[in-house]
């Protein structure tokens, strides 16, 4: 589905406690003050597209999930999904949406998950046979067949995101909005969920939208990266682009015996560590020069040369220095 | 026309199953379920107790005996229990609104509305359903109440509108939670004065009588029904008084919608 978003703004009321005034005015008044939480977002999604949507808390990445998925109105601008006004036609265009907030159960607490995957069917009119097929390949998939019987409360954080996920992609959504889906899950878990989402965007082609703080599960799931400072788009292109921005510096980590003196060599520019047996230098990509390596790996007082590029986490924490 | 039967008749499929499913869940703690029905007991026995005990007097408080005052009772009694056992979950609407736990059924292709009524049931209910109807029979008895086939038909139509009429106010109270953060205590105030429904409206004030028929409505919960079913009017207009509950819930549910359109669903 074609997701576009046109200057949109979303600013929120709250009331909050006078800090002056007598006792009784702080405990009676309350304050009206308004928050933006988007100012003016410009973006295009293009169906079957991966999005890994990043930001800090508050940045406004679970705002525009919302905005998208039809569940709040902008105060300014435009959003449509396929053409189509998300909040106006919401009840329409939920049939093809899966929206997944980790940190809320959307499977009803008290009944079993495999009652909950039955509601949904219901609610979704999704053809019985279909929908047993896709269930037990999903269940397979994130491995919680154990746990069918169970009532969502009683499971696992692990578990319950994992049934959730079910859940969210049982109707084959052709919009999947991911908001923090793999947030306080371990390994495991998080690598069986970012498999399947790699698989699903490989065979059906969803378009997909995942708010994450984890960048390593944005890299395995999503091409594009979109980021969002304190309301507003800073940086929005692909994961290979992103890695361009870092300037082409690279690093150099030689680990050595303690007070042993390195070759050096221009362009090598040494920085400042507190450890006594490794050494880092930076560089320009393409300007270490091949016989400092040689000489290096020939040392007998060298264990260890490793060459770093930098992390997307390191790229993305210079792209927000640069924005703000 | 087709897609709205459609729609419907899904709808419908969905609430069946829910409150199937709901039942189901309860009954994972059957400690809990027969404690909460023994709760329920005590306190709808211990109620009619106090009533058959009265209906040996045969004192008149304006106009009414207390075995017509029971009847209005038991009658008030059952609409509760009805409006409790397809409606109980309007009463989480406030909560929903404040944590944000609405957004999941805002994303699903139904009414949300439905969704939430139909996502929980109330369980102990029965035993005030049959409490409030063995109390309005018996005391239907002993106030000498002749019971025509017109009553006959008029009671569950009256019992239905008067459970509507508790419905919208509640749903309409529920509502603004959207626009008041806080208005759990407004929800508590509409849900203590309910039990004024219980009461002959010839008790209060004219003035007490015209805001229980207009801006709290509870007067056509029991009073006015009751009026007729106890024989103290025979006029036709009577008729139109079930009609309350499903016209309030229009603005209610317009209410409902409009709150929807403000909702700001709060954190991730």
């Known amino acids: ?324 | 026309m087709a897609e709205r039967l459609t729609d419907w008749k899904k709808s419908l499929d969905v609430a069946f199953f829910a409150t199937r499913m709901n039942f189901r869940s309860h009954l994972v703690h059957p400690g809990e379920v027969v404690l909460a029905n023994l709760g329920a007991l005590v306190q709808a026995v211990s109620g009619a107790a106090v009533f058959m005990l009265a209906l040996s007097t045969t004192g008149v408080i304006h106009g009414w005996t207390l075995a017509q005052w029971a009847v209005l009772t038991g009658f008030t009694a059952v609409a509760r229990a009805l409006w409790n056992t397809v409606f109980f979950g309007t009463l989480d609407i406030p909560d929903m609104v404040r944590s944000g736990e609405l957004d999941h059924y805002l994303v699903r292709p139904a009414n949300p509305l439905m969704l939430i009524l139909f996502s929980k049931v109330d369980t102990d209910v029965w035993i005030e359903i049959v409490i409030g109807l063995t109390t309005m029979g018996v005391a239907l008895h002993v106030s000498g109440t002749e019971l025509t086939a017109q009553v006959m038909l008029f009671i569950p139509v009256a019992l239905i509108g008067a459970a509507l009429v508790f419905a919208a106010m509640h749903l309409a109270v529920t509502s603004l939670s959207f626009w008041l953060r806080h208005d759990a205590m407004l929800s508590m105030l509409i849900w203590r004065l309910d039990s004024f429904a219980q009461l002959p409206m010839s008790f209060y004030p004219k003035w007490v009588l015209a805001a229980f028929s207009t801006v709290v409505p509870f007067a056509f919960v029991g009073y006015y029904p009751c009026l007729y079913i106890l024989g103290k009017t025979s006029s036709p207009l009577v008729w139109a008084f079930p009609l309350a509950g499903p016209l309030l819930m229009i603005p209610a549910v317009v209410l409902w919608r409009r709150g929807l359109t403000r909702y700001s669903s709060t954190g991730t």
């Open chain 1, 1 to 324: 589905m074609r997701v576009h978003l046109d200057a949109v703004q979303r600013s929120y009321h709250v009331r909050r406690r006078p800090e002056t005034g007598s006792r009784l005015t702080r405990l009676v008044r309350r304050e009206r003050s308004e928050v933006e939480a988007l100012r003016g977002i410009d973006l295009r999604i293009e169906p079957g597209e991966s999005v890994g949507y990043i930001g800090l808390n508050g940045a406004g990445k679970s705002t525009t999930m919302k905005l998208v998925s039809g569940i709040l109105a902008p105060t300014a601008g435009r959003v449509t999904v396929d053409g189509r006004d998300p909040h106006r036609e919401r009840r329409a265009l939920s049939a093809d949406l899966g929206y997944l907030a980790a940190q809320r159960a959307s499977l009803w607490w008290d009944l079993p998950v495999k009652d909950s995957y039955e509601l949904i069917r219901r609610v979704y009119g999704i053809e019985p046979a279909l929908f047993r097929r896709r269930r037990e390949e999903l269940v397979a998939r994130l491995d919680i067949g154990k746990h069918l019987n169970t009532p969502v409360r009683e499971l696992s954080l692990g578990n319950r995101t994992r049934a959730e996920l079910v859940g969210t992609l049982l109707h084959a959504p052709r919009l999947l909005l991911l908001d923090e889906p793999t947030i306080g899950l371990d390994i495991f878990a998080r690598e069986a969920i970012c498999g399947l989402l790699k698989d699903i965007r490989e065979t059906s082609a969803p378009t997909i939208v995942m708010a994450s703080h984890d960048l390593r599960d944005v890299e395995a799931v999503c091409d594009r990266i979109v980021m969002i400072d304190a309301g507003r788009l800073v940086h929005d292109g692909k994961i290979a682009e992103l890695r361009g921005l870092g300037g082409g510096t690279r690093r150099l980590v030689v680990h050595h015996a303690e007070g042993h003196v390195l070759p050096s060599a221009p362009g090598l520019v040494p920085v400042r560590t507190a450890a006594r047996t490794v050494t880092t230098f930076e560089y320009a990509q393409g300007d270490l020069p091949p016989e400092i390596l040689s000489a290096l790996f020939s040392d007998p007082l060298v264990d260890d040369v490793q060459l770093e590029a930098p992390s997307l986490e390191q790229l993305i924490k210079t792209l927000y220095r640069k924005a703000g």
